[in-house]
T-cell receptor, first 109, second 113 residues
Framework: SQQGEEDPQALSIQEGENATMNCSYKTSINNLQWYRQNSGRGLVHLILIRSNEREKHSGRLRVTLDTSKKSSSLLITASRAADTASYFCATDGGEGLIFGTGTRLQVFP | GAVVSQHPSRVICKSGTSVKIECRSLDFQATTMFWYRQFPKKSLMLMATSNEGSKATYEQGVEKDKFLINHASLTLSTLTVTSAHPEDSSFYIC?????????FGPGTRLTVT
């Protein structure tokens, strides 16, 4: 089952622009994770943010978590064509990961 | 989107026994399925890519003789954990899709005692 709702479903931007994706969930969590998936390939883990954290950075990635609103956002700054992929959030409530529906990001050169 | 089921959702087995986990794509013909495992509070780890009608592709460090994958049809892939040990206890999840679409199963919690 996929409890996470991600928006937008699809996003198209130009290289150099920032891309923001949002994820909402329903149950309490231990942590929330973001993954990317290149066409036809397996998931690649990007970043994990714990329930007691509000913001986390990794390179050009910035993740925020608002447990009161049960939402998270992934910001990719200064996007590149190579960032073109699908991005998924997944929540870990202690019983295993539950994935969102994903955001398809396309970055045009 | 596609509906993906896994069976069983939970299984407890004794050390030394083998456990089979099924991943079914109910409305999507999947030539490729992915198998992942997740340790508690950790991120997902890709184990293998299951290809319909051919051998699975395993990630580095994953023992192919221990984690047997069979993808006999476009709707079913199975993961068999052979001679299970307590360290194999984990959450196993499969996904199906193509290009940029992925649909995830609900996962199987394996506990080896």
């Amino acid at each position: 089952s996929q409890q996470g709702e991600e928006d937008p479903q699809a996003l198209s931007i130009q290289e150099g622009e920032n891309a923001t994706m949002n994820c909402s969930y329903k149950t309490s969590i231990n942590n929330l994770q973001w993954y990317r998936q290149n066409s036809g390939r397996g998931l690649v883990h990007l970043i994990l943010i714990r329930s007691n954290e509000r913001e986390k950075h990794s390179g050009r990635l910035r993740v925020t978590l608002d447990t009161s609103k049960k939402s998270s956002s992934l910001l990719i700054t200064a996007s590149r064509a190579a960032d073109t992929a699908s991005y998924f959030c997944a929540t870990d409530g202690g019983e295993g990961l539950i994935f969102g529906t994903g955001t398809r990001l396309q970055v045009f050169p | 989107g596609a509906v993906v089921s896994q069976h069983p959702s939970r299984v407890i087995c004794k050390s030394g026994t083998s456990v089979k986990i099924e991943c079914r794509s109910l409305d999507f013909q999947a030539t490729t399925m992915f198998w992942y495992r997740q340790f508690p509070k950790k991120s997902l780890m890709l184990m293998a890519t299951s290809n319909e009608g051919s051998k699975a592709t395993y990630e580095q460090g994953v023992e192919k003789d221990k984690f047997l994958i069979n993808h006999a049809s476009l709707t079913l892939s199975t993961l068999t954990v052979t001679s299970a040990h307590p360290e194999d206890s984990s959450f196993y999840i499969c996904s199906v899709g193509q290009l940029y679409e992925q649909y995830f199963g609900p996962g199987t919690r394996l506990t080896v005692t």
